[in-house]
């Protein structure tokens, strides 16, 4: 009711599994009061590579390029690149960040991993000794929602691919709880592509039931306990 | 020994840390008689994004766009672009691969995922039923070389960022393993930046002396328990 939500969205086809779960949260939201901003990666071509176009004018060591130092720089005096601004501007606006990708080799597709890597820049997310609970983000919510290729049984302690939550921990902690962002569970649609249109629809009506109640949910513990047990 | 080696590299500067890791295998290998060839993403300007452009020519369904079976697909034609062929090409050619990069948000950085998630096709590097010990990619070993901002102590058990093994599960486990291709001990240079020059030359150093006996190393064992204890 009144709050901002910005979704991040990575996946190429608006048909897809994904984009419906997309068009899901919009509308349950919007539905809500909420106000919802969506970064469509793929339709925007987002540049996922961190490298010197990112900084406008003069560099601060022309010498030997340190991306980490640049973007540093040029956060404080103004200078990055203007699609990298509008991306910090939604998210400085937003109370909750949303997520959503097809898994990719066990995580976020390249083009989201980019968002996260151009975006998150010191100075603006986080900051000297200003890390986890205190990173630069704080009284922002996050939420990963995600689909698989493997099932739920491969994504568990007794199959070949592990507990799901070992994947979540460089995107979750590693990311999100580093910038002082605070972590909803996840939401995971296993195998969409290989189960039957019945499931399907459960797992999209699953996904707005969710939402309507998203609000009142509590944070994890964002620590290794969650995670390794 | 007429081993090859192919290096994906991802850094933008020839003079970081990482460039020396770089040149001092390149150098190490080639005394010892190995055939070694690069691949540095950023000088190549390597596309990240997974997206239609990687298909040549018409796409099995272009109703919804599915970059995993469009992919395959074209990959069982001979249809994937001129780019991802190449890449392809020196990874069958070779007999180690190994990554070179900084560590960003707890994993590689969005060029070099953006390489996995290209070059790394169905059909190529596994199939139906083939992955893990069965997948296509066997025969070959890989190694991780990677530096990070954090200290070793963040990087443990007891530390914030939590035990470094836990970063590696997705990239060696999640990826390589999944592929069939056997994993070499990582090789982790703790926050370059914040220690000495004395400290610096000693971890390139350690690099050249480990590439010296590198074809004697077994791989490890790349299970939830190297993991996870």
Not at 34 to 58: K, W
Not at 127 to 143: I, V
């Amino acid at each position: 009711p009144g709050k901002k939500v910005l979704i991040v969205y990575a996946h190429q086809e608006p048909k897809s599994f994904n984009g419906s779960l997309l068009k899901i949260a919009v509308e349950e939201l919007t539905k809500q009061g909420c106000s919802v901003t969506v970064s469509d990666l793929y339709a925007m071509q987002f540049e996922p590579r961190a490298t010197r176009n990112d900084i406008v004018g003069h560099l601060h060591n022309s010498e030997a390029f340190n991306y980490g130092v640049e973007t540093w720089e040029a956060y404080k005096r103004g200078g990055l690149s203007k699609d990298l601004v509008e991306e910090q501007k939604k998210v400085q606006e937003a109370d909750l960040l949303i997520f959503q990708f097809p898994l990719f080799w066990f995580n976020m597709p390249a083009i989201l991993k980019g968002w996260m890597d151009r975006v998150l820049v010191q100075g603006f997310a986080y900051d000297l000794s200003k890390a986890y609970d205190g990173g630069l983000l704080q009284d922002k919510l996050s939420l990963f929602s995600f689909t698989t290729g493997g099932s739920q049984e491969m994504y568990s302690n007794e199959g070949i691919g592990g507990d799901i939550r070992y994947v979540l921990w460089p995107m979750q902690h590693g990311i999100m709880h580093f910038c002082g962002v605070k972590v909803l569970e996840p939401h995971i649609c296993y195998a969409p592509e290989n189960v039957s249109e019945d499931k399907r629809k459960e797992m999209l009506t699953a996904w707005t039931q969710r939402l309507k109640t998203l609000w009142k949910e509590e944070p994890i513990d964002c620590s290794p306990e969650w995670y390794f047990k």
